[in-house]
């Protein structure tokens, strides 16, 4: 598909620290062509102290519609925006931002969605189903949210930020779905394993789990995008179990994000 550049094509970025791992420029890019909408996403690392700068900024360009948000941004995006969906506003961190009419950015988190979106189509129901999710920060707030409106009967959250985790583990209580519980790496018994973290990314990162506890059964899956397989979606899969990987989840969030700035909000 060729894509023309020109003086009226709107701008989109995605903003994250570390940034060459992200498929949102692509892939993204190729799905406004798709739809007929003559837009682009290019990719800005920026760091934890310049992100403010950056996105007073980006403010100021006109051309601008809207903002992916990647690791480490997630929280302190959401407290950029003037408004945000329910799910946003209950993770309390946004994953996409598009310019408001009025003026200011609107935000939304997506990335629930997605997981649970590749974890079905790799064939795994999450319905009533026993879930051990590593990882509580932004995309892990959303995927827990995700998990427990897709139907798990229990949900096991681990985190190194213990507070963070406990925070998170008494508002989902409080929507009276799935028991939701503090967890450890131990994964034994549980039907569906959710790695929300950075662990994979970097050469020589541990496991997220205790992968010598892991059993056959149960279904693997990952956000992390590069590498494409992650250590743990590897040692899964040498044993057997069903996986999703980081770019599946992408791929199944790509359509939400496209929704969204093309103010078709996802549901």
């Known amino acids: 598909m060729t894509i023309t550049l020109t003086g009226a094509t709107r701008l989109n970025v995605i903003v994250g620290d570390p940034i060459a791992q992200v498929k949102s420029p692509g892939g993204m890019t190729a799905a ?153 790496p131990d994964p034994t018994g549980f039907d569906l394993i959710a790695n929300a973290t950075p662990m994979g990314m970097k050469p020589g990162d541990p496991y997220p789990i205790e992968i010598g506890k892991l059993s056959a059964r149960t279904f693997v899956g990952c956000v992390v995008t590069a590498p494409p397989v992650t250590p743990l979606i590897e040692a899964a899969r040498k044993l057997g179990c069903s996986t999703s990987t980081g770019t599946e989840m992408y791929q199944s969030l790509q359509s939400a994000m496209l929704d969204f700035l093309l103010f078709a909000d996802a549901k």
């Open 32 to 184: 406004f062509a798709a739809r007929g909408h003559d837009g682009i996403v290019v990719p800005a690392q920026v760091s934890v102290d310049d992100l403010q700068e950056f996105l007073d900024t980006a403010t100021k360009l006109r051309n601008l519609d809207g903002i992916i948000v990647t690791v480490p941004h997630k929280f302190s995006c959401f407290k950029y925006c003037q408004s945000a969906t329910p799910r946003g506003a209950f993770i309390g961190a946004v994953n996409i931002m598009r310019r408001r009419p009025e003026g200011g950015w609107h935000g939304e988190m997506v990335d629930g969605l997605g997981f649970v979106g590749a974890v079905r189509k790799n064939g795994f129901e999450p319905n009533g189903k026993r879930a051990l999710q590593i990882g509580a920060g932004g995309a892990g707030s959303a995927i827990a949210l995700a998990l427990i409106d897709a139907g798990v009967t229990e949900l096991a959250l681990h985190d190194a930020d213990a507070a963070r985790r406990d925070d998170l583990i008494a508002r989902l209580n409080k929507l009276g779905k799935g028991k939701v519980s503090a967890g450890s």
